[in-house]
């Protein structure tokens, strides 16, 4: 994949693609033509999910390590501190930073037994995210690392103050960007803003985007999540189970809305949630005013 040839005008959004590292030979196909189409947008980054449980540390090693051998992108690998001994983890960023990764997106995780089961720490392992995140810088403060922001508040949050006490945490321990859970009413973002600022938090809160190419499958995934989806949002799918053309242009609709709105309200930096596939986040991007790079220096 050749090098981007200009770097994007500095008026024009800054952004960053979130990938799932892919199951099967097929499935990584598909990621690298989904790589291919969007690496001339320029991002600031990629990040590649670690599985729930570590289910996939294997798997987001290879296709961050190939990332950086193919690319030019800076790859950002997650990790979560959920059934693993501190050695291991400490083994798994000294691997990374081996190999040349210098940014790890590191979260707490889901409870080992699933969404809405208690959350079960390691006995030897990193109790907390804030844990994970000075663990990492401890060793290697050159390593960036960005962590989760809620604007609903994670579910098992008491209350906001609680939650963005961890936010609070995190920034203290050394992350210096903070990337949101999905959300579909851009007030919850504001307002979630305005109350990490007023806690003294200045790094980037950026909102982070699903485009949904099956909203039925979304919905209830990031329900599970702690995400509100608001009944306008529904009723816009309304009728189209059965009809995915219609969808993707509906999809791609409310999204652009979204984040064209965003971006009038000044927010200048979006990381979008793929799900491994290029053409709603490359429309939307377009509707932003970038470009790939090379189309960018014809213009
Ligand atoms: P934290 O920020 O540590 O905690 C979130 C909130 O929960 C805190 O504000 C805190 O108040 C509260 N909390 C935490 N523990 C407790 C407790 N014991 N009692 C009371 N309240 C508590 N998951 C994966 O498995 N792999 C991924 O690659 C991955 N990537 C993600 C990327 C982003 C940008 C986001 C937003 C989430 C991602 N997740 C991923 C999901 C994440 O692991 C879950 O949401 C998990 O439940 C919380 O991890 P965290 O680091 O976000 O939590």
Redesign the pocket.
């Known amino acids: 994949i050749p090098a981007p040839a200009t770097s994007r005008a500095q008026s024009q959004p800054a952004i960053s693609f979130e990938f799932f590292p892919p199951k099967t030979a097929e499935m990584e196909n598909s990621l690298w033509e989904t790589i291919s189409r969007l690496a001339p947008l320029t991002p600031n980054f990629v990040s590649v ?4 449980g570590g289910s996939t540390r294997e798997r987001t090693h290879s296709t961050i390590a190939r990332i950086l051998k193919e690319t030019d992108l800076l790859p950002a690998a ?1 990790l ?1 501190c ?1 059934g693993a001994a501190r050695s291991e983890i400490d083994d798994i960023v000294g691997r990374y930073h081996e190999t040349g990764v210098r940014h790890i ?7 080992p037994g699933g ?1 809405g089961t208690p ?1 079960l720490t390691h006995p030897d392992g990193y109790q ?2 804030p844990e994970l995140v000075a663990g990492i810088k401890k060793r290697f403060p050159d390593i960036e690392v960005s ?4 604007p609903e ?2 579910p ?3 209350n906001f103050d ?2 963005i ?3 609070k945490a ?1 920034v203290d321990a050394g992350a210096t960007r903070a ?3 999905v959300f579909f009413d851009n007030d919850l973002y504001f307002r979630y803003l305005d109350r990490v600022r007023a806690r003294g938090i200045d790094i980037p809160i950026v909102p ?1 985007i699903m485009p949904m190419h099956n909203f039925k499958q979304a919905r209830n995934f990031v329900t599970r ?1 702690g995400t509100t989806v608001p009944n306008w949002l529904a009723e816009k799918f309304d009728g189209l189970d059965d009809d995915a053309e219609t969808r993707k242009l509906v999809a791609a609709t409310v999204v652009a809305g979204q984040v064209q709105k965003l971006n009038k309200h000044g927010v200048d930096t979006f ?1 979008f949630y793929t799900m491994n596939r290029a053409d709603l986040v490359f429309a939307i991007c377009h509707l932003l005013g970038i470009r790939p790079a090379g189309a960018q220096k014809a213009a």
């Open positions: 999910t670690y599985g729930a997650h979560t959920v997106v590191a979260l707490r995780g889901d409870p969404i959350y907390t995210s962590v989760s922001a809620y508040k994670h098992e949050s008491r609680a939650d006490d961890t936010l995190k990337i949101t859970q982070g999540a990381h």
